[in-house]
């Protein structure tokens, strides 16, 4: 999870549980409230009933009249019994008109003890609780009858459950504008390290001229100073590096053409079948010295401007290179073939190809066992052209295989070898130079195939 996700989170759960400590309680004390409301709104009415028909207890019609209305005030039924608890009055209807009620408690309670009587209880012919509100009829203190009030109490209860639902609903939308807030907020904390991470990549890659944007908080712009002061230090640490390779390769290729010529011409005058071997040696070191050298002002101009790139075609380069390796392939027991798919062309430098050919090859010869083919193979598509070379050797480990890109990294199969541990760094250079990649593959049922993909050089149809 990213930093815009862990902060929205945490103040999410923050949020929340503000919310649930708020919300809980007020929706508990809002159901509560509207019950306590509609119970002393009840008790009222009653009251207001039993003191409005305290004169006329005998007109039965405006007992009538007045429970009807007051039943659709209260939502509820009303029910009018005299002194001996027969019903007077009914604003359901006049069924009931006549019928004792002295069994009802709430009705035997207040005429007895002259006082209101509220209580609960289930209705067994409705199949529901009620809140049940008896008012004695009080004339000169003696009770005349009483006003009876039920009401449903889960009409009470939805009532207030939506009051707490409204209130629940406030809570949510409270949350949701809470984390749209949230969300912008992380994101402005997220965005300058986003942007430091983007530099970073950029840098690895080899812009060093890239520098991170000052925004966000304090720290975060100190971060920024931090990061691109350093990156400054780094590019002139790596500028120095770079012109030290280049100048040192340059200087020392004089004196070590200047020995090579003189190895061949004593060579050339060696009268004696030892000395000639001892100097052909030697001149096999200095070549291999010159090499090395020609590797290290190739990594030594690595992230530097290549200049514009020119077509290349693959499939004569590697002729070129076949006839160069013709006779070493010979003399060390390899057939050297050339397995090209039509024409490919490259956009990229002859100069820079051959060389990543060359190494490419030579690694072949020293690392795949005599009586083997190394195969030379160009291909290309709509936007790559590829050049690769594939042995019969021992293939490399998968573990390895991003290692092996390293400079002077020789795996488990080449300790045994001569080598410096540049070839295959110096192949991966070029193709990064011109827009291109290394990649490694299995050959079965031994060997392996390493291939040089480049971008296509415009103009010219795929074969």
Do not use: C
């Not at 007045?66 to 019903?87: E, H, K, P």
């Not at 001149?283 to 020609?294: D, F, K, V």
């Amino acid at each position: 999870m990213g930093l815009r996700g862990r902060l929205l989170a945490a103040f999410a759960y923050v949020l929340l549980l503000v919310i649930v400590a708020l919300v809980v309680p007020l929706a508990l004390n809002l159901i509560s409230r509207a019950e306590a409301e509609a119970e002393a709104h009840a008790q009222s009415q009653a009251h207001l009933i039993a003191a409005a028909i305290a004169g006329n207890m005998q007109d039965r019609a405006e007992l009538r009249r007045v429970a009807r209305q007051a039943a659709g005030d209260l939502g509820g039924r009303v029910i009018v019994v005299g002194s001996r608890a027969r019903v007077f009055a009914d604003s359901a209807g006049r069924g009931l008109e006549g019928r004792s009620y002295r069994s009802r408690p709430e009705i035997a309670e207040a005429l007895a003890e002259r006082r209101p009587v509220q209580l609960r209880r289930q209705s067994r012919s409705l199949d529901q609780e009620l809140l049940v509100t008896a008012v004695p009829v009080l004339v000169g203190g003696k009770a005349t009858g009483v006003v009876r009030v039920t009401q449903s109490f889960e009409a009470i209860e939805r009532s207030g459950r939506r009051d707490a639902l409204a209130l629940v609903g406030f809570g949510a939308v409270a949350l949701a504008l809470g984390l749209g807030a949230a969300w912008l907020v992380a994101g402005s904390l997220a965005r300058p390290l986003r942007n430091l991470a983007g530099t970073a990549r950029s840098v690895a890659d080899g812009n060093l001229e890239a520098r991170a944007a000052r925004e966000g908080a304090r720290e975060q712009r100190e971060l920024a100073d931090a990061f691109n002061e350093m990156t400054g230090r780094l590019g002139g640490v790596l500028e120095a590096q770079r012109e030290f390779v280049a100048n040192a390769s340059h200087q020392l290729r004089t004196p070590l053409t200047g020995l090579r010529l003189r190895l061949e011409a004593a060579a050339l005058k060696a009268g004696n079948t030892e000395l000639e071997r001892e100097l052909a040696a030697a001149e096999r070191e200095a070549e291999r010295l010159s090499r090395l050298l020609n590797g290290l002002l190739t990594l030594a101009r690595e992230g530097g401007d290549p200049g514009p790139g020119r077509p290349v075609e693959l499939d004569l380069l590697a002729e070129e290179a076949a006839e160069r390796w013709r006779e070493p392939a010979r003399r060390s027991g390899h057939e050297l073939v050339l397995a090209g798919d039509g024409d490919a062309v490259a956009e990229a430098s002859r100069d820079d190809l051959l060389m990543a050919l060359d190494n490419l090859i030579e690694n072949a010869l020293h690392y795949s066992p005599a009586g083997t083919a190394v195969t030379v193979e160009w291909s290309q598509n709509r936007e790559w052209a590829s050049l690769a070379v594939a042995d019969e050797g021992p293939g490399i480990a998968p573990a390895e295989r991003a290692r092996v890109f390293q400079r002077f990294y020789r795996g488990a199969s080449a300790a045994s070898q001569p080598g410096t541990g540049l070839g295959l760094a110096i192949v991966d250079s070029v193709a990064r130079r011109w827009g291109g990649r290394t990649q490694i593959e299995e050959r079965r049922p031994r060997g392996t195939r390493i291939e040089l993909v480049l971008p296509r050089a415009p103009g010219f149809d795929e074969a």
